[in-house]
């Protein structure tokens, strides 16, 4: 259960940006999330949904985009979606592939809107 | 809506620590060796066994972390080496900063090897470099032998996978040739290596391990 420290990497890394950028409010932060990175998607909402609870950031949106395991066939250059750890390549049978996605935990973009101070 | 792209880690600042640290370790030739397994598979056992027959010309320390108790550090200064316990309170991984803040006592010019006893787990310990030059997992025989396909992420970030307990095996439903054909289904370039610590099988072949990796790992920082 370290969703709950990678939200809490993700909150800070979206803190750090919003200083950097006086007048602008944080909307969305999405992220990308590798099939191997051993970390629960709906974890990581609960735990990013008790963290922002009632907080400045209460209204911030996590988008999870789930990257596949994906390999490079070293003899016939297909890069593959890897289903059920096999790993040998669908088009042509290579044993001898490499592994290029699926490992990602990376805050991929936020979405920042102009403050405008309410009228009320 | 004005969209920033980042295109950061989300563990940036772990792995920020965690890269020093294995610069750290490269320039005074410390190999770091970070054991991982579910608790009870015989992490603190094989460490006992390992320091207690490596060379003694080697330099050794240990890390060693739990959530609670200062047990494993206890069992484990036994054998003269500086061993220092971390409890997370809660936390189930070590982070690389837990490492920093406490390698600050120790000279790591003095170390030939570091071992790291990561809290057993089998998923978080997965996501947080410390700064290892290799990660190694440990599965007994008394767990399933689906565990590689169950715990994918561990499995194919270690370099070796040791199969520990076989002293077990003829009381134990494991099927020895299915664990092997499961981690290597997850990650076919790992090493597997079968160990008990009581009967003594495989240890002689794991303290090789470390020393021809010690090797290796000075070469490689003596290139730099």
């Known amino acids: ?120 | 809506m004005n969209r920033v792209t980042l295109e950061k880690k989300i563990l940036s600042e772990n792995d920020r620590i965690a890269g020093d640290l294995r610069n750290r370790l490269a320039e005074s030739g410390t190999l770091c060796v970070n054991l991982i397994s579910s608790p009870g598979s015989g992490k603190t056992t094989l460490l006992e066994r390992t320091l207690d027959r490596l060379p003694r010309n080697y330099r050794v320390a240990v890390l060693t972390g739990d959530i609670q108790t200062e047990n494993d550090a206890n069992r484990l200064k036994r054998f003269g080496f500086p061993v220092k316990q971390i409890t997370t309170g809660g936390t189930c991984h070590l982070d690389a900063r837990m490492v920093e803040r406490n390698l600050t006592d120790w000279t790591l010019d003095h170390l030939d090897f570091l071992f790291i006893e990561n809290v057993g787990n089998l998923v978080c310990p997965a996501s947080y470099d410390l700064g290892e030059a290799a990660k190694v997992v440990l599965l007994s025989v008394s767990e399933g032998e689906d565990k590689p396909l169950k715990y994918p992420a561990i499995f194919f970030k270690s370099e070796l996978v040791i199969i520990t307990k076989t002293d077990l095996l003829p009381y134990v439903p494991f099927n020895l040739v299915a664990a092997e054909e499961n981690t290597r289904r997850v990650h076919p370039g790992s090493e597997i290596m079968r160990l008990s610590c009581i009967n003594d099988d495989g240890v002689e072949g794991w303290l090789d391990w470390l020393q021809k990796r010690k090797s290796a790992k000075v070469e490689l920082s003596y290139r730099t």
């Not at chain 1, 949106?61 to 016939?76: D, K, W």
């Not at chain 1, 890069?79 to 592939?97: A, I, K, N």
């Open chain 1, 1 to 120: 259960m370290h969703e709950i420290g990678i939200a809490e990497a993700i909150l800070e890394a979206v803190k750090t940006e919003t200083r950097q950028r006086p007048g602008w409010v944080p909307r969305k932060a999405a992220v990308r999330i590798g099939e191997l990175a051993a970390v629960n998607p709906d974890t990581l909402r609960f735990g990013f949904e008790a963290l922002t609870r009632e907080t400045e950031l209460e209204s911030l949106q996590l988008e999870i985009e789930v990257a596949p395991r994906r390999h490079l066939c070293s003899r016939c250059n297909l890069q593959y979606h890897v289903l059920e750890f096999d790993l040998r390549c669908p088009q042509c049978g290579q044993e001898s592939t490499r592994c290029v996605g699926g490992e990602e935990l990376e805050i991929a973009y936020l979405e920042m809107e102009a403050y405008e101070p309410s009228n009320a």
